[in-house]
């Protein structure tokens, strides 16, 4: 073999190539209430009795998180 030839080692159990300008697929996952609190409080952010009245009627009444949303922006509406 001459100094300019490469020899490929390659492992069926290596990961793929990736491809060119394959977008890679972000993973998502949702935390609970109690450790977003928990991430939140290090940074200094607490709930208030209000906001935490608030998170546990819409969790009685099945809210949607679109529907949670909404009931979050009303409260702080300006009149």
């Known amino acids: 073999m001459d100094a300019g030839e490469h020899k490929a080692c390659y492992d069926c159990r290596m990961s793929k190539p990736k491809q060119p300008g394959a977008k890679a697929k972000k993973k998502a996952f949702v935390i609970g209430r109690a450790s977003f609190g928990k991430i939140s409080a290090v940074e200094g952010i607490r709930l208030t009795p209000a906001m935490k009245k608030r998170a546990a009627q819409a969790e009685r009444e099945g809210l949607s ?3 949670y949303r ?3 922006v009303r409260s702080y509406r300006k009149a």
């Open 65 to 67: 998180p679109e529907e």
């Open 70 to 72: 909404r009931t979050i």
